[in-house]
């Protein structure tokens, strides 16, 4: 079914809209830890069987982005790929017109891959500060030191009893954390409550 | 805090890990006293000079101060005020802090008088295993009485009863080599690890490190350079105040951090304990050991107290827990223990020593103590406090009295073998220490006192080791280099095994459960000879602290009433948690509303506008129903469901679990997944399926779309959605590994809302844009795309009220403008949102099963859905299906109830039976009042089913005592024709 021709959609609401609140909580400190919702398009793209080269070459072609291998992700101009399970991205890109991103990915992958917009599906966080990895490892099982992890890598995991897609960008550190939409309130007030003993800054 | 105070009689002016510059005040049972920052309770107790600091369990019997540390069994206060009262807090594990108000537990009315002690008189009738014994019959005495009456009287402590005012906290660590323990073995071994450049944790539960090291002025120097040197170690993670309290698989580790307990309360934004779970590479146990205690009459008298204790208070605190001692050992390392007491101030040590005279006894006679080589205690005697020491000649008749008033006891040291042998390492006995001594297991070792290795320089030599040696299995193999501690020969730790005196009275082997050497023999008499039997026969180390200094006594006692040495009869399996840990840290973030995720959909915050009440769905929160004000619910509910009925309502179906399937064979996929046919559906069609679980039972129910060759819509009942995800998944990952199939879960991708009733498609008609609903143009069951409000949407054309009704869905940051677009279009038709209650009314009304019926009990053809079932081919159930039991004729089939007396209520859960019989022939499975037959209906299971429309039944529900007269008919109270949702 093709989508019927129309205006551009509105802005569409964010599950945390109203419970962000912009300012300084938790601990005075020096250095406080920046969170904050990214409003983002974020597809779902999946190998079909057996053709996960085919797959990887034509997204390479089209958008110069390499899928990257288990536990990594990769980015490039404009979209960032997360393996999150077998033959599975996520495909992160900055919110641009509804339904455009996987419209164009799913006219790269053809027959050689699945598409599913999640952009709605899923809730962005950023979290960047010097103690962020102590502020994630209040419920975050998954070893986030230099020696483990690191800007790159990438993991699907549990938090708090929700589950998570987590990003490492940098050596800030700073990290993406992608929910399901659904959670997205009882994620974001478990990471402020852990994030209060440091200080952090919602912009 | 800086007021004068006097400095309290058994405080030594100097010397110990005190700051006598600074003054605490506190409270203990109503008295103000003071300490100084360094102290633990107990220390600043028995500073000044107090004796009695609780009551025994059992016989109530008055208790002192018998350690210095986590393995006290006396010494338990409530600490704490009002909602931050904590029970059952050891005194001498409690920092000291500015302001603690402190009370003695399990005494009434005071701590000088109470009232149950005559049961220490009434002891020959209060044996072990009495509760089993007396309080047998009549068995309905147990709750009222027996029970009641047994919980006033023992109990440990009180818990607050306000909600706790602080919070708590999960955190997760990982290294490559955990310490445990910080004394002579545990600070070399973390030092010789962080020095080879692995990433290394070291836990210790005490405010300082050092352990055994702050007791011990000689070396004080060198555990400074260790601490020191460990701070400058930038991969040292040091935690004081951390217990580590289990030890479970692969090397993954429990502990509590005590974060804020040493300060009246927490600082703003910081939890007053965390909760840590540690991974590690390798594990190093410097656990130390536990001085253990020697049975003999008296033994727990207020005044008595283990030897290493009485020099830790010297030593460390600058505390004299008394000024006449007598010390009882049948070891030579107490003997430091005369050389602290003599040290501090006081008058007089006299040494009782079971062993004939050795080079340590020599040695202390030639320094001026009186030493009774080969000599026993018999008994400890005083009211609230110790007068007297009664020792004889080992095995002879009479004895003599000694003032004291200080016994010191060491019967050796036990290895801390708690976590070593959780992690189910192999315990082996030492003959040298009468002692078990853990082994090592892969991933971890023992060192230092923990394994036997007793003295400074031996714990450390052997810590430095094991450091080593974990950091390189973890793979760090450079070579640490730092000075061992010189100065002050270890002691010889070897000793006589020496576990009771046999004299007349009451000899404890538990202190805190009151268990003695007469327990422990009658449990053998009366055939528990099982370590693990006598113990929970006579409750032996099942105390909070778990038997640390008395365990291996019992066992002893045990073992000489068996014949059998006692390494042979062993200890009892360690468990966790070594010390208790409060319930706060264990439930951590996850209280109240946190107690699990709330699942909201988009559209939640307007419910909550509209004044919804809500019900829980699993995790979601669903509306349930809109009350005007000072509205009832149910006439809110009918409310709603007659706006379905007579013109339009709106509901939010956000919570119905969606799966998006493609793939070359997702039409086959759901061929075999569902009991009908999905490979003959259009593209734009919808279908209703029912799935089957293996076993033949019906497993969920739903539509699912066809929106191109291979790319298929799922929706699943709320309450199923992630085991439908986890049923496909199994099938396709080891069932159907072949198939081209990929699906994904976008419940949370699209909302979606019901706009059902005659007036339906007017309203949709206003504000959906590039789609014609006209019925010819988009039939019952079709699909299509649309704008709405400038939304994409995506329009179905399904009913579960029985009504003319459209499903739109949209991406789930439309919810709100298209929710809202609707409302506004369908104004003139008086359109009502209605929430879950309505829903099912409605679907009750239709005769649509939902979870009631698909309870997991029943088959497609037990709610009249067996005609869906597919002639060709296989599909998951089908095979299990056709069991005899599950096709037989005799099973209850759905059928429709109704009140006979309409206002009459009948509830789910109600049995069907004939008038005059007691043989139910089925269930009432969901009822509710209802808009268009009027009053209430219900849909039931019943033997007979159909056969039985007509008849007269009675529902009968006991707990009520409620019997109702129903009628029983079709389940399709409306429209069975299925004319209004084709319409």
Redesign the interface.
């Known amino acids: 079914m093709s989508a019927p021709e129309s205006r551009p959609a509105p802005e569409p609401r964010s599950p945390l809209a109203g419970h962000l609140k912009p300012g300084r909580h938790g601990a005075a400190g020096s250095r406080p830890l920046v969170l904050r919702e990214v409003p983002a398009t974020i597809v779902e793209l999946a190998a079909r069987r057996g053709r996960a080269a085919e797959l990887a070459a034509a997204v390479r072609g089209a958008l110069a982005l390499d899928l990257p291998p288990p536990g990594r992700g990769a980015a490039a101009a404009g979209a960032t790929a997360l393996w999150i399970q077998p033959d599975t991205w996520l495909v992160v890109a900055p919110r641009g017109t509804e339904g455009a991103l996987a419209a164009h990915l799913k006219g790269v992958a053809g027959a050689a891959g699945s598409v599913v917009d999640q952009s709605h599906g899923k809730t962005l966080l950023h979290l960047a500060g010097a103690d962020a990895r102590a502020a994630l490892g209040k419920g975050c099982r998954i070893d986030l030191d230099p020696a483990a992890f690191g800007p790159g890598r990438a993991a699907v995991t549990q938090m708090a009893q929700v589950g998570c897609v987590l990003y490492q960008h940098d050596d800030v550190p700073s990290f993406s954390l992608i929910v399901p939409s659904s959670y997205a309130i009882p994620f974001f007030d478990w990471l402020c409550h852990s994030a209060a003993e440091f200080g952090y800054e919602v912009p | 805090m800086t007021r004068m105070h006097r400095r309290p009689a058994m405080r030594a002016r100097t010397g110990g890990h005190i700051d006598r510059d600074t003054t605490l005040t506190f409270r203990f049972d109503g008295r103000e006293l003071t300490g100084h920052p360094g102290d633990t309770l107990a220390s600043a107790l028995l500073a000044h000079g107090v004796r009695i600091v609780g009551r025994s369990f059992k016989y109530h019997r008055p208790r002192g101060i018998y350690t210095a540390g986590p393995e006290e069994p006396n010494a338990l206060a409530g600490i704490g005020t009002g909602a931050r009262r904590t029970p059952n807090t050891k005194m001498t594990a409690a920092e000291l802090y500015q302001g603690m108000v402190a009370e003695s537990q399990n005494r009434w009315p005071s701590l000088r008088f109470d009232a149950l002690a005559v049961n220490s008189a009434l002891a020959r009738f209060l044996p072990a295993g009495f509760y089993y014994k007396t309080f047998m019959w009549p068995a309905s005495f147990w709750e009222k009485v027996y029970e009641p009456a047994i919980r006033r009287a023992a109990g440990l402590g009180r818990a607050a009863t306000e909600p706790d005012p602080d919070?708590y906290?999960?955190?997760?660590?990982?290294c490559d080599v955990l310490v445990v323990g910080a004394g002579a073995a545990g600070l070399a071994a973390a030092r010789a690890a962080g020095e080879s450049g692995a990433?290394v944790i070291l836990a210790e539960q005490d405010f300082l490190l050092g352990g055994g090291l702050l007791a011990d002025p000689v070396h004080e120097g060198w555990r400074r350079e260790m601490t020191a040197a460990l701070e400058a170690l930038g991969n040292v993670v040091r935690m004081p105040r951390t217990t580590v309290f289990g030890y479970y698989e692969q090397n993954m580790l429990g502990a509590i951090e005590r974060v804020a307990d040493h300060l009246p309360e927490p600082p703003?934004?910081?939890?007053r304990q965390r909760y840590w779970?540690i991974?590690a590479r390798e594990v190093v146990l410097a656990t130390g050991a536990d001085e253990r205690l020697i049975a003999f009459p008296g033994n727990d008298r207020p005044g008595v107290m283990l030897a290493g204790a009485a020099r830790a208070y010297a030593n460390r605190f600058g505390v004299l827990a008394g000024r006449r001692a007598v010390l009882f050992t049948n070891n030579d390392a107490a003997y430091a223990t005369v050389e602290a007491l003599a040290a501090a101030g006081a008058d007089r040590v006299t040494v009782v020593d079971t062993r004939p005279l050795g080079p340590a006894a020599a040695a202390a006679r030639t320094r001026g103590v009186e030493v009774l080589p080969g000599h026993e205690v018999v008994g400890a005697h005083g009211g609230r406090g110790l007068y007297s020491v009664e020792a004889r000649a080992r095995g002879g008749d009479g004895g003599f009295q000694i003032d004291a008033d200080l016994l010191c006891v060491s019967g050796g040291y036990n290895p801390a073998i708690h976590l070593a042998s959780q992690s189910r390492t192999p315990l082996a006995w030492d003959s040298g220490i009468a002692a078990f001594v853990p082994g090592t297991a892969a991933g971890q070792r023992s060192a230092g006192a923990a394994r036997g290795r007793f003295g400074i320089a031996a714990a450390a030599r052997d810590g430095m080791e094991a450091g080593g040696a974990a950091a390189a299995a973890a793979g760090f193999a450079r070579r640490p280099a730092f000075e061992l501690p010189a100065g002050g020969a270890d002691p010889d730790l070897t000793v006589a095994p020496f576990w009771e005196v046999t004299a007349r009275g009451k000899s404890f082997v538990d202190l805190q459960h009151d268990v003695t050497t007469a327990d422990i023999r009658l449990a053998h008499r009366e055939g528990y000879e099982h370590i693990e039997h006598a113990k929970r026969y006579t409750t032996h180390g099942m105390a909070t602290d778990q038997g640390k200094t008395g365990g291996l006594v019992g066992a002893a006692v045990l073992a000489e009433a068996r014949g059998l040495p006692v390494e042979a009869v062993g200890m009892p399996t360690f468990r966790p948690y070594v010390t208790p840990i409060t319930w706060g840290a264990v439930a951590g973030?996850?209280i109240r509303r946190?107690f699990?995720?709330?699942?909201?959909?988009?559209l939640h915050?307007w419910h909550v506008r509209r004044g919804a009440e809500f019900l829980e769905a699993g995790l979601?929160l669903r509306p349930a129903f809109y009350p005007r004000p000072g509205e009832a619910p149910w006439d809110a509910i009918l409310r709603e469901g007659a706006a379905v009925r007579r013109s339009v309502g709106i509901c939010d179906v956000s919570t119905l679990g969606k799966i998006?399937l493609?793939?070359?064979d997702a039409a086959f996929f759901l061929d075999r997944l569902y009991m009908n046919t999905f490979s003959t559906l259009a593209?734009?069609r919808a279908r209703y399926g029912l799935m089957l679980r293996e076993d033949g039972m019906v497993f969920d129910d739903g539509t699912t779309t066809r929106?191109?060759d291979d790319?298929f819509f799922i929706t699943t009942t709320t309450a199923n959605a992630g085991r439908v995800m986890e049923h496909m998944e199994f099938h396709a990952q080891t069932v159907w590994p072949?198939?081209?199939?990929?699906f994904?879960?976008?419940?949370?991708?699209?909302?979606a809302m019901s706009v059902a009733g005659p007036n339906a498609r007017r309203t949709l008609a206003k504000v959906v844009?590039?789609?014609d609903l006209d019925n010819a143009a988009f039939p019952f069951m079709g699909?299509?795309?649309?704008?709405l409000?400038?939304?994409?949407v995506r329009v179905f054309r399904i009913s579960f009220s029985g009504e003319l009704a459209f499903e739109v869905a949209t991406?789930?940051?439309?919810?709100?403008?298209v929710w809202e677009a609707i409302l506004e279009a369908g104004r003139e038709f008086a359109i009502e949102p209605y929430g879950v209650e309505a829903l099912g009314l409605l679907r009750i009304e239709k005769g649509h099963v939902a979870g009631a019926e698909l309870n997991g009990q029943t088959t497609a053809a037990d709610v009249g859905l067996e005609r869906m079932a597919k002639k060709k081919g296989d599909f998951v159930g089908k095979a299990l299906a056709g069991r005899p039991g599950l096709t037989d004729p005799a099973r209850p089939r759905l059928v429709g109830v109704r009140a006979v007396a309409p206002d009459q209520q009948i509830r789910p859960g109600a049995h069907l039976l004939e008038a005059g019989s007691d043989r139910s022939l089925g269930w009432l499975a969901s009822v509710t009042k209802s808009v268009e037959p009027g009053g209430w209906i219900g849909l039931a299971l019943l033997s007979g089913g159909a056969a039985r429309h007509g008849q007269r039944l009675q529902a009968s529900f006991p707990l009520h005592g409620e019997s109702v007269e129903v009628e029983i008919c079709s389940p399709h109270f409306v429209d069975p024709e299925n004319a209004r949702v084709r319409a």
Do not use: F, K, M, N
Not at chain 2, 744 to 751: G, I, K
């Open positions: 919070h906290e999960a955190a997760h660590a990982h990433r703003p934004h910081t939890a779970t991974r973030h996850h946190e699990a995720p709330i699942r909201r959909t988009q915050d979601w998006d493609q793939g070359a593209v734009g929106l191109a790319h072949e198939l081209d199939v990929q994904t879960s976008v419940t949370d991708q699209w909302a844009a590039g789609l699909v299509a795309d649309a704008t409000a400038g939304c994409p991406p789930a940051g439309y919810a709100a403008i």
